[in-house]
């Protein structure tokens, strides 16, 4: 089993920035993918960035390239968004996700089999 935490989210103004972070604990050994992911109120939930948790190989939703970068720290099994140039369509919650699948190809929501219980950011403008 796999708990993750996230934590960091807010209230920032248009512009700004913040830092989501993702603590993994529990059978953390078995890793292949994390994501972010976020759902707007009325809206479906979205992938915004995944990473492979060894070679570090990253993808972004078209949305939120040049603005949002997603790392990671092994050695802490930390998961991190740093999102810069905030606007009001970034307002979601976002929620961290592990999968434990070995895939060559894109990660789909269906692949993740844990999940963080989600941070709300609000972007005010």
């Known amino acids: 089993q796999v708990q993750l935490v996230e934590s960091g989210g807010g209230t920032v103004q248009a512009g700004g920035s913040l830092r989501l972070s993702c603590a993994a604990s529990?059978?953390?050994?078995?890793?292949?993918?994390m994501g972010w992911f976020r759902q707007a109120p009325g809206k479906e939930r979205e992938s915004v960035a995944t990473i492979m948790w060894h070679a570090g190989t990253t993808t972004y939703a078209d949305s939120v390239k040049g603005r949002f970068t997603i790392s990671r720290d092994s050695a802490k099994n930390t998961l991190y968004l740093q999102m810069n140039s905030l606007g009001p369509e970034d307002t979601a919650v976002y929620s961290c996700?592990?999968?434990?699948?070995?895939?060559?190809?894109?990660?789909?929501?269906?692949?993740?089999?844990?999940w963080g219980q989600g941070t709300q950011v609000t972007v005010s403008s």
């Open positions: 529990g059978r953390t050994f078995s890793t292949f993918a």
């Open positions: 996700a592990a999968s434990m699948r070995y895939l060559s190809g894109t990660y789909s929501l269906r692949d993740y089999e844990y």
